[in-house]
């Protein structure tokens, strides 16, 4: 069966840190990949997805970046964090075809002070 | 673009009895599906039900069923004999083309 993990569960970073959240997927191959921020009580907001190695979409502009240098890990990385940066973040992946639903990780919880 | 709304920030049922959760879509294409989740206070993402545009049958999974109607773009979920365990943060979810897109959620507290 697949599973999806993702790490750290917790994280808190100063102002100005780099930020390297990692993603993996097992028990499946070529899945599409993306990345969501939820901030307190709020839906999910989109921020990246891939459809393939080193094919990333990104939906919203800002310091935040995706890459995905095998087929199963996906990695969102900051080089200078903000304080607005701070939510729930999720991964989730989904069968290569199209319009199949979402299954997604246990997200990390990121503290900016 | 598509867009998601769920117009009800936060419901509340008595145990045992049925809700509807409401869900309103916005969208130009005619190939997509729909979807609700749910996130209980561990905040994990579970899927609850789905179901195909193309399909005139509303989906069903055991308590949780939908009420789907294209032409109006609503897409409702209710769920029956409600538990204790449903309650949780319900989101409504679109995706085209891997194009995913949740609406703002709706808090589900149950009262024993």
């Known amino acids: 069966s697949q599973t999806i993990h993702q790490w750290p569960a917790t994280l808190v970073q100063p102002v100005g840190s780099p930020l390297s959240l990692e993603c993996t997927v097992e028990?499946?191959?070529?899945?599409?990949l993306y990345w969501y921020r939820q901030a307190a009580g709020r839906g999910l907001q989109l921020l990246f997805y891939?459809?393939?190695?080193?094919?990333i979409s990104s939906e919203v502009p800002q310091n935040l970046s995706a890459s995905r240098p095998q087929d199963r890990q996906f990695i969102l990385s900051s080089k200078k964090l903000l304080l607005s940066d701070s939510g729930f973040y999720l991964c989730?992946?989904?069968?290569?075809?199209?319009?199949?639903?979402?299954?997604f990780g246990d997200g990390t919880r990121l503290s900016i002070l | 673009a598509q867009t998601v709304t769920q117009s009800q920030p936060e419901m509340s049922v008595q145990e045992a009895e049925t809700v509807t959760l409401s869900c309103t879509y916005d969208?130009?294409?005619?190939?997509?599906?729909l979807f609700w989740y749910k996130q209980p206070p561990s905040r994990q993402m579970i899927l609850v039900i789905r179901?195909?545009?193309?399909?005139?049958q509303n989906a069903t999974e055991n308590r949780f069923s939908v009420n789907f109607q294209k032409a109006a773009k609503s897409f409702s979920l209710k769920i029956s004999d409600s538990q204790l365990g449903d309650a949780a943060m319900y989101f409504c979810?679109?995706?085209?083309?891997?194009?995913?897109?949740f609406g703002a959620g709706t808090r589900l507290t149950v009262k024993p």
């Open positions: 979810a679109y995706e085209s083309n891997n194009d995913m897109r």
């Open positions: 989730a992946w989904s069968p290569g075809q199209r319009n199949q639903p979402q299954h």
């Open positions: 179901q195909e545009a193309y399909k005139q």
């Open positions: 891939s459809v393939g190695i080193g094919q």
């Open positions: 028990g499946t191959s070529n899945p599409n």
């Open positions: 969208t130009s294409e005619s190939d997509y599906y």
